[in-house]
């Protein structure tokens, strides 16, 4: 992604790991997970996400920061052996981030097979356009 801004446009960035797996009766996964942002501050996501038939997986998650303004995005995700990529649709956002829309993505680490994650570390990363800021 080009670290160029548009007006408006912010740059969201941080490492991930999920927890707590677990299953509804229609089969979706509900994770939660921690992150750590630019500059130390803490994000906390939380996502449903079912298996499509085609093998892909797709969901919604909301990516709440410490000052309480959430990003709500879909994704589709893509499994390739141990490794997810993922791309999201942006399609709403709270607070500092009131009327957030745009793009992100997120990929497996390497390195961190030993980390306490059941699904792996992340980086992500959200491109968001914000209404007047």
């Known amino acids: 992604m080009s670290s160029s801004c548009w007006a408006g446009e912010r740059v969201l960035t941080f490492r ?18 921690i992150a750590l942002g630019d500059g130390g501050r803490l994000v906390q996501k939380d996502h449903a996400i079912r298996k499509l038939p085609n093998g892909q997986y797709a969901g919604t998650c909301t990516y709440t920061f410490e000052d309480g303004s959430t990003v709500s995005s879909e994704f589709t995700l893509v499994q390739d052996g141990l490794d997810y990529s993922a791309d999201y649709k942006v399609v709403s956002g709270t607070g500092a981030l009131a009327g957030a829309h745009g793009v992100g993505h997120l990929t497996t680490m390497k390195g961190y097979e030993g980390a306490s994650s059941s699904t792996g570390v992340y980086q992500v990363q959200f491109r968001v356009d914000v209404p007047n800021s």
């Open 16 to 33: 991930m790991i999920d927890l707590y797996p677990s299953s509804d009766q229609r089969g979706a996964e509900h994770l939660v997970g």
